[in-house]
């Protein structure tokens, strides 16, 4: 595994499985599928040439309670809802009531949410997956620029306004 992925996942969360998972999917991924083939294969994935590392840090940040896992059609009291469940947001008590009145869409919540996060050290970054999920992670705030520039490094995109 490369340095840009390993960097990656220690800034985005520090589960003690996230980098082992990942690791296995870039430098061995047919392990990884035979270690995760039922669960790839309800997914599509029909080989370990389709295993992505970036669905499957993506699956390890969910499987970790790291990820708020939304619709792009999901209203500012689902968002609120998801992100109180972060550890790293939970553990500041913050009050996203004003995200949860946000009636618009999606970005425009989270955008309210990033301006009452900033206060905290936090920022919300969103990792594309090419379909209408919308997983954002909840990342210390100095931290940020530093996923997208990898992310984009790595040929996929994040990013931390909606």
Not at 50 to 61: A, K, R, T
Not at 116 to 134: F, N, P, Q, R, T
Not at 136 to 141: D, E, K, M, N, T
Not at 147 to 161: K, Y
Request: one cysteine or more; aromatic letters at 4%; hydrophobic letters at 50%.
């Amino acid at each position: 595994m490369n340095e840009e992925w390993e960097r990656l996942c220690a800034l985005l969360d520090d589960d003690a499985e996230l980098v082992p998972a990942v690791r296995l999917a870039v430098d061995r991924p047919a392990d990884y599928y035979a270690a995760h083939a039922d669960e790839l294969r309800a997914r599509g994935i029909e080989s370990a040439d389709d295993v992505d590392p970036w669905l499957v840090m993506i699956d390890g940040l969910d499987d970790a309670g790291a990820l708020a896992y939304l619709d792009r059609k999901d209203s500012g009291a689902q968002l609120a809802d998801a992100l109180v469940e972060l550890p790293r947001i939970f553990a500041t008590g913050v009050d996203l009531d004003p995200v949860g009145d946000i009636e618009t869409d999606l970005p425009t919540a989270v955008a309210v949410a990033n301006g009452i996060l900033d206060a905290h050290g936090l920022a919300l970054v969103y990792l594309d997956e090419d379909s209408d999920a919308y997983p954002l992670v909840a990342v210390a705030a100095d931290d940020a620029e530093q996923i997208v520039a990898l992310a984009s490094t790595l040929g996929h995109i994040a990013r931390t306004h909606p």
